[in-house]
Structures are given as C-alpha cells and as structure tokens.
C-alpha cells in the first residue's frame, strides 16, 4: 500500500504504485499521514489519517471515504500526527505550539499541552510495546525531546540530560531496543 498527499489531492494505490486511485480530492498539501492501524487486536490495513493545513481527514474502512474529523481540529496548522499503534481510534496531532489527542477517531480533541509551554513543536510519537501497551507520548520540539505518560497526559519532561538544544522534525522508538 502506498498513500501520496500531493499539492492537489490524496492518492492511494494497493500493488505498490502500478495504479493509483484519487482519495482525497480537494484535499491540497497534506503535511503528515498515519495509515494502518490495530484495534481490539484485530489488523485495520484501511485506517487512515491526513493532516492537511488546519484539518483533519480520516477513513476507517475500504468502504468508507476520506473526510473531515467529525469534530474540528482546535489547534491549528497541524504539523504531525501519530496513530497508537494498538488502537486506531486513538490519535495524537501537534500544532506549532500544541499537543492533541483524540481517543475517537476525531470524534473530539483533548488539549494535552500542560506544561509544554514556549516551545515550538514538530513531530509527535507513541512509545509502546505490544505486551505493555502505550506508555508515553513523545514530542520534538525546537529544544530537543519531551515526554509524558499516558497516565499524566500534560505532565512533559524533556528526555535525556545531554541531548544537544536541536529541532527534532522526526522520531522512530524501535521497541526491541
């Protein structure tokens, strides 16, 4: 499978771009995708989220289309977006400045800012593990990386005592390390 958000619209292709499908018309610069996702241990290859300017798009089945969140994203321009790799439903999105999370595919968004406070943020991750599930949320912002834990969802600590003051644009947590 492959999703490309290009300046005019989403495509999708399922034989690795031999064909590609419109999915997203009107759907212009789309800035970050989440695509696939698990939920109740059941596989959900169709699942997909589109930040795209100040919006939010996702489809959650083959059949469905790709639209609006139901509920608005309050934040702003969105600059990244991850899905909890054990739940779909569940997704995080960060602005220039805020953190977001919605537990029902958009159904409402929960400021999770906190104490993230004069930073400028970039990218968003979920770090978990299949057998202990999701335990944090990390951020890159313009001042290295921080962390809450999804059970003091606001309450963020920048990680690691000597990593360099970076802008930090992308993350991977590799769970067998």
């Known amino acids: 499978r492959l999703v490309i958000a290009a300046a005019n619209s989403v495509y999708e292709s399922s034989d690795q771009g031999d064909n590609i499908t419109e ?3 009107g ?3 789309g800035s970050c995708i989440a695509y696939g996702g698990m939920l109740s241990g059941a596989a959900n290859p169709d699942v ?3 930040g795209a300017g100040n919006s939010v798009f996702v ?3 083959a059949a469905g289309s790709l639209g609006t969140t139901p509920a608005a ?6 600059k990244d977006l991850v899905m909890d790799p054990l739940n779909w439903m569940t997704v995080y999105m960060v602005s220039s400045s805020s953190v977001y ?3 029902n595919a958009g159904g409402s968004w929960i400021d999770i800012t906190g104490n993230l406070t004069g930073n400028e943020l970039f990218s968003v991750q979920v770090v978990s593990h299949q057998f202990l599930g999701a335990g944090g949320i990390v951020v890159g912002t313009l001042q290295g990386v921080h962390l809450t834990s999804v059970s003091s969802l606001g309450t963020w600590n920048q990680l690691g005592a000597n990593i ?5 644009t992308s ?3 590799d769970t067998t390390n």
């Open 23 to 25: 999915i997203g018309p």
């Open 27 to 29: 759907i212009a610069n």
């Open 48 to 50: 997909l989220y589109v």
């Open 59 to 61: 489809r959650t089945n």
């Open 73 to 78: 994203f309050p934040g702003g321009t969105v």
């Open 101 to 103: 999370q919605s537990t």
């Open 164 to 168: 360099p003051n970076v802008q930090v």
């Open 171 to 173: 993350m991977d947590f």
